[in-house]
C-alpha cells in the first residue's frame, strides 16, 4: 500500500511516495485521537432553544438573531465508531494547508498531519474517507469555547403565563448506576418543553473526549452553510430550581415509610423518628454564584442550558450512623417564590424521561426507588408539592478505584 505525501519547498511542489508500512505518526494531534481542541478561555455558545419562565435571562455569547461568526478552530466529523458506552467520535481536526491547490488540487477534506506545508492523501487522512460505525455526513465542526466561534440559538422571555414543563431529564449517570464515598457525582437536570412554534437550534456534532474533556461543535457543510435542527423543543430556566440532598436513614428503601416535603426551608421529614436527616445540601439557583459550591445553571458542551452540580461525596456527606455510604435523596424543587420573581413554572404535566441519552421516551414512574441489580435509581415525580427526586446508593470505597 502507498501513501501520497505532498509536499511544497520555496520554490517547488514536489511529490513524494513513502510506504505506509514505514511511515511514523508525525503528528502530535492526528486524526481522531481524542486530542481536546480549543481553549478554556472562552463560555460555551447557546444551540439549543431556551424558554425563560420567569423572564430571568442568563448572560449568552453573542446577539439575537444573529448570523453565526465562524472564524475560529474547527474539525471534521462524520459519525461515530463503537457501541455504548464506548462510544468515540469519528473526527479530526482539519489541515491548515488543504486549501493550497499544489498541495490539494482536488480539495479533498484532509485529516491534519502536524507537519506545515504538507499533506497526506491516503484513507487515514481523507475526512470520512473510512466510514464510520455510525455514520453521519461529513461536516465542519466549529468548536465550544472559542472566541473566534460565535452563535446563538433561539430564546424567549415566557413570563406572561405559567410555563408547564414536559419532559425531565435526569443526568443518566444517576440512572444507570451506583456511587462511592469517594466519588464525584455529577448531578445534572433538564427541563423541556415541547414547541408550537420552532426557535433556532443548531445541528452540534461531538469532536472529542468524555466528560470534563469532552468537545463539541457547531455543525456546517464544507461550503460553510450553518446546519440546523427542527427547533421543537426548548429547555427551561428559572431561578427558582433548588437541589436539596438528604440522607435516609434505611437499609433497604422498601423499609422507607411516606416522607413528607416541608418546603425548600426543611426539605423532607417524617413522622417516624430516625428516618431521614436535615439536607447537608440545600440551595436555590438564585442564591448562587460562580464556583464548585454552588447550584446553578449552565450552557453545557451540547449547547443545552442545564441544572449541574457535582457533589463530592468524600468531602460532603452524612456520617451519622457511624459511614458515610448509605442512600440519600436528590430533591429537584422550584421555590414558591425567588428575591425577585413569583415561580412561574410547573411540573404538574411533565414526564420523566428514560435514562437513554438523547431518547425522549416517558419512563414508567414507580412510587420506589431502588437500585437495580446493574446500579443506579429510578426518578419520581410529585406534582403535588411541584418537585423531582431520585434515591442514589453510595457504596462504601473498598478499593483503590473510583467513580
Not at 260 to 283: A, K, L
Not at 327 to 340: A, H, N
Amino acid at each position: 500500500m502507498k501513501t501520497r505525501i505532498l509536499t511544497i519547498g520555496p520554490c517547488l511542489a514536489a511529490i513524494v511516495f513513502l510506504s505506509l508500512f514505514n511511515v511514523e505518526s508525525i503528528s502530535a494531534k492526528g486524526p481522531g485521537n481524542g486530542g481536546k481542541p480549543g481553549g478554556e478561555t472562552a463560555g460555551n455558545n447557546l444551540s439549543f432553544p431556551v424558554i425563560w419562565s420567569e423572564g430571568v435571562a442568563k448572560a449568552l455569547p453573542g446577539t439575537p438573531d444573529m448570523v453565526p461568526s465562524l472564524e475560529g478552530e474547527w474539525w471534521y466529523q462524520w459519525g461515530t465508531n463503537g457501541e455504548d458506552p464506548n462510544i468515540v467520535p469519528a473526527s479530526c481536526p482539519h489541515d491548515p494547508d488543504e486549501i493550497n491547490p499544489s498541495l490539494n488540487p482536488e480539495s479533498l477534506p484532509l485529516c491534519n498531519d502536524g507537519v506545515p506545508n504538507q499533506v497526506i492523501h491516503d484513507d487515514e487522512h481523507i475526512a470520512g474517507k473510512i466510514a464510520a460505525d455510525n455514520p453521519m455526513p461529513l461536516a465542519k465542526a466549529y468548536i465550544q469555547k472559542d472566541y473566534n466561534n460565535i452563535w446563538q440559538a433561539g430564546h424567549q422571555d415566557w413570563s406572561g403565563a405559567q410555563v408547564d414543563v414536559d419532559w425531565i431529564d435526569w443526568g443518566d449517570n444517576l440512572e444507570s448506576v451506583d456511587w462511592y464515598t469517594r466519588s464525584q457525582v455529577r448531578i445534572e437536570v433538564v427541563l423541556f418543553k415541547d414547541l408550537s412554534s420552532p426557535m433556532t437550534e443548531y445541528e452540534m456534532r461531538h469532536v472529542s473526549g468524555w466528560g470534563i474533556d469532552e468537545v463539541h461543535g457547531l455543525a456546517t457543510e464544507r461550503n460553510g452553510e450553518v446546519l440546523t435542527n427542527p427547533g421543537n423543543k426548548a429547555t427551561v430556566y428559572s431561578p427558582c430550581a433548588r437541589l436539596t440532598i438528604q440522607k435516609l436513614l434505611v437499609q433497604d428503601l422498601n423499609e422507607l415509610p411516606d416522607l413528607t416535603w416541608q418546603g425548600e426551608d426543611i426539605g423532607w421529614t417524617s413522622d417516624v423518628p430516625g428516618v431521614i436527616n436535615t439536607p447537608i445540601y440545600n440551595m436555590a439557583v438564585y442564591e448562587g454564584g460562580d464556583g464548585p459550591g454552588y447550584y446553578s445553571a449552565e450552557i453545557n458542551v451540547k449547547g443545552r442550558v442545564i441544572y449541574g452540580y457535582t457533589w463530592n461525596v468524600r468531602n460532603l456527606n452524612d456520617p451519622i450512623d457511624g459511614t458515610a455510604a448509605g442512600y440519600y435523596r436528590i430533591t429537584f424543587s422550584l421555590d414558591e417564590t425567588c428575591p425577585t420573581v413569583i415561580c412561574n413554572t410547573s411540573l404538574g404535566n411533565a414526564s420523566i424521561l428514560l435514562p437513554l441519552e438523547e431518547e425522549m421516551e416517558i419512563a414508567a414512574l414507580s412510587v420506589d426507588t431502588v437500585s437495580t441489580e446493574s446500579g443506579g435509581a429510578e426518578a419520581v415525580l410529585d406534582t403535588i408539592n411541584n418537585l423531582t427526586y431520585i434515591d442514589v446508593h453510595i457504596l462504601e470505597q473498598t478499593g483503590g478505584g473510583r467513580r
